[in-house]
Structures are given as C-alpha cells and as structure tokens.
C-alpha cells in the first residue's frame, strides 16, 4: 500500500464560534486546504502577472500529461523563472490582451501557463500594492506543437535532478483542473474555430483575426500584409463572448438507516473483492443538492431517503468534479435494496457500524492497492482517507448519530 498524505486542516481550526460551537468544526478533505490566495481580480493586470512571473521567490508547478512535477511520491516539486523561459519565453504578459487577440496565430503553439495566486504564508516574498506573498504558476511541459523541442529539455533537465512527474495534493489539483480544461476547449464551441487562453489561463476567447493567414518570413517585419478575419462567432458580440472553466457538482452520500444501527454501501463490478463505497453521482440542471442525493440513491440502490444533511465538500480534479459530501437517512419503510433501475451497482447492502468501523482501522485502500497490514481476507475493504467517501463513514461511525461528535 502506498503512504497515505496527511489530510490539511480546516481553515481557522482552532477558532471558537457560535457555528463550531454548534455544528463542530469545518471538515477539510484531500484536494482542499490549499493555501493560496487566488487574488482572481488581478488576472487582467498584465503588469502585476509580469513582475510576479519574474519575481526570484515565484514557484512554477510543472506538468506533464497532467501529472506534477514531484521528488518522491507525495511532495511536489517546483521550478524556478530561469528554467521555463526557453518555454514560456522572458514574459507572456508583456503584451495586454488586446495585443494578443490582435496578434493571434493559430498555428503557434502558446505554453498554457495558469496563474494559480500568491501564498500570503510568507509576507518576505513579492510585493504587489497590499498584497504580499510568494506567486505560484501552473505550467504544462507536455512536448507538442511548436515548443516540443522545449518542453522536452525542460523535462530531461528536472529528471536529471531526481524529480519525475506523479498525482499531488491541492495547489496541484487547481492546476490540473485548469489544463485540463483548456486542454479540452481548444476550440470556440460556437464556431468551431481555435480559441486563445486569456485571463491568466482562466477564460478562453475567440480571437477576430488569425495571423496564420500571413508568410511566417514575413512577420516581425514591415510587411503590410494583414491578418485574415475570421468568420463571424456570437461569442463576440454582448456579454457572452468568453469560455469559462466548468465545475460539476457531484453528491456523495452516507446513508444510515432507520434505526441508526447500519450504512448503506455500494460496489462496482470492477472494484476489487470485498471493495465497497458509498453511492454517488452528478447533480442535474434544475435540481438540489437534497434532491439529487434522493435521486442517485433511490436510481441506484432503490432506497428512499429523509433527512439529507450535507456535511463537506471536496474539489476533485478527474477533470472538474466538485464533490458534495452529504449524510442522509432512509425512511423506514424504504430500505429494501432494489437493484433494478440503474444498473451502476453490482451489488448494495447494508452494513453494521462494527463493520464499518473495523473497515475504516485495517481495510482501507486506493483502487488496485493491497489492504494494509491487519486486513483479514473477506473482510469489508473501503475507500482511504483522501477520498471524502472516508470522511463521511468516519463521521457516521465516530459519534455522529449519538450527538457526541458534530459534523
């Protein structure tokens, strides 16, 4: 089994309220706890993208088919502004956005770089009007098009250091989200022409003109030639003339029983033996978070539901779910599993919190991964604390029903 991260904590934990007085303390859960402060409204502030991009104290998060930079398996690994110029070149943002909408060419090949913000943690880092931090960049090394020469002496210069390309925690998971989403929108979904990434990698638009209409010898010269205008797109007109990233909510619940005594679990056929989890699915337009939760489980396992109360949140990254962790409760006349509308599941069944509890201590693990030390073949395997799936079980059987321990 591989070494399990350390989970982050929740912000101001230690902080008494009302609210944790009430409702106990936030639950933090892996892909969360980032420590970074976005400052979204400087994206369009060129100046202040240049001076962080060159500052001595700024950290660029490299990936590689979507996997970050790392040295070992679990602490990610950064590159300095010197070592991705041959990339990115001295500075992408020395141009405004207007310029480079101007300027497009749709057959250069642009290095998607990601502002992800500045870590306010260290206030000796850089310095911008009152915001002080250390900057952290997002950067997709994979060789292809126009800088594949590039990328791969960048990627043969950090192997040679002893760092390789692996999965990673929270500042990791804003950056491959947001690749990942320019990745798969390289093209205007109105018109179908290639689109550009502005905004600090956070929007995409649809440029008007194209230089790629132009002899290549001829640019950076006097030449009169003009870029080819580009058919019209509905994206350029009013206020619907940007692609922004996607989020798609997505509920995941524990669902006790009537009586307080079991949980409901449920496995897929290609899960591993014994492998079970909670039930899950997207949320749909229209629709609740309550509601869709009543949904999914009634499609998937034919159990009604009462109470739904939500409990935690967990950003995950596969490509651009946002998990909504709730606990819910069966009516009790609707436990009888019934495996006939949606075929999802192989199998569901109710499990004692004994079970559940023992499972949580000597049976969890990552898909494909040997259970840990202790694990007796047959027994109930579950999901490992970096999915939010562990903290709803470990919330249900760690005192929630009773009232001792909140949420």
């Not at 619907?240 to 909510?249: G, I, K, M, V």
């Amino acid at each position: 089994m591989s070494p399990q991260p350390e989970l982050p904590d929740a912000a101001h934990a230690d902080l008494d309220s009302m609210l944790t007085r009430k409702f106990g303390k936030e639950v933090a859960n892996y892909f969360s706890g980032s420590p970074i402060n976005r400052v979204s409204f400087l994206r369009t502030d060129h100046p202040f993208l240049s001076a962080a991009l060159k500052h001595p104290s700024t950290s660029f998060l490299l990936y590689k088919d979507l996997a970050p930079l790392a040295k070992g398996s679990t602490k990610l690994a950064y590159a300095t502004y010197n070592e991705v110029v041959p990339i990115i070149g001295e500075d992408p943002y020395s141009k405004t956005e207007e310029q480079l909408l101007t300027e497009y060419n749709s057959t250069v090949s642009i290095p998607q770089m990601i502002f992800l913000g500045l870590d306010e943690r260290d206030k000796k880092g850089f310095e911008w009007n009152i915001y002080k931090g250390v900057p952290f960049f997002a950067l997709d090394v994979t060789p292809k098009g126009t800088i594949e020469e590039a990328a791969n002496r960048v990627i043969k210069t950090m192997e040679s250091r002893g760092f390789s390309f692996v999965e990673g925690p929270a500042i990791y998971a804003q950056g491959r989200a947001l690749l990942d989403w320019n990745a798969r929108n390289p093209f205007c979904a109105q018109c179908g022409q290639p689109t550009l990434s502005i905004n600090a990698g956070f929007k995409r638009t649809c440029p008007p003109t194209d230089m790629a209409s132009i002899n290549q010898t001829a640019l950076g010269s006097t030449t009169t030639e003009k870029p080819r205008d580009r058919p019209s797109c509905a994206t350029r007109k009013g206020i619907s003339n940007l692609s922004f990233p996607r989020t798609d909510p997505t509920v995941i619940v524990a669902v006790i029983s009537a009586d307080s005594k079991r949980v409901l679990l449920g496995r897929q056929k290609r899960w591993p033996p014994y492998w079970y989890s909670t039930l899950a699915g997207f949320c749909e337009p229209a629709e609740s978070v309550e509601e869709a939760v009543r949904r999914e489980v009634w499609e998937e396992a034919g159990v009604y539901l009462g109470r739904v109360v939500i409990h935690s949140t967990q950003p995950w990254p596969y490509p651009a779910n946002l998990m909504i962790g709730a606990i819910a409760q069966a009516t009790p006349e609707g436990e009888e599993i019934v495996l006939k509308h949606d075929p999802e599941l192989e199998n569901a069944k109710w499990a004692d919190l004994d079970e559940v509890r023992e499972a949580l201590t000597v049976g969890t693990s990552g898909l494909g991964e040997d259970a840990p030390e202790g694990y007796k073949e047959g027994g109930l395997r579950l999901p490992p604390r970096t999915a939010i799936a562990n903290q709803l079980l470990t919330a249900v059987v760690g005192g929630l029903l009773s009232g001792e321990h909140k949420m």
